[in-house]
């Protein structure tokens, strides 16, 4: 995860000139889940519907 989180930052830092000036972009944590036996349909339309409240 801290590669991603690394290689993301660098990238949106050389889109984002101004993302310079802060001293990091995330936080050293991250989260990982389970949904057991669902689609992946229903569960981008659980997370779509969690963005829209």
């Known amino acids: 995860?801290?590669?991603v989180k690394g290689r993301a930052s660098s990238y949106l830092r050389k889109e984002?000139?101004?993302l310079l000036k802060l001293p990091t972009l995330w936080?050293?944590?991250y989260f990982?889940?389970?949904v057991g036996?669902?689609?992946t349909e229903t569960v981008?339309?659980?997370i779509?519907?969690?963005r829209n409240k």
């Open 44 to 46: 981008s339309k659980y």
């Open 27 to 29: 936080t050293p944590s």
């Open 16 to 18: 984002f000139p101004e």
């Open 48 to 50: 779509e519907e969690q």
């Open 37 to 39: 036996n669902l689609s």
């Open 1 to 3: 995860m801290q590669r």
């Open 32 to 34: 990982v889940g389970s």
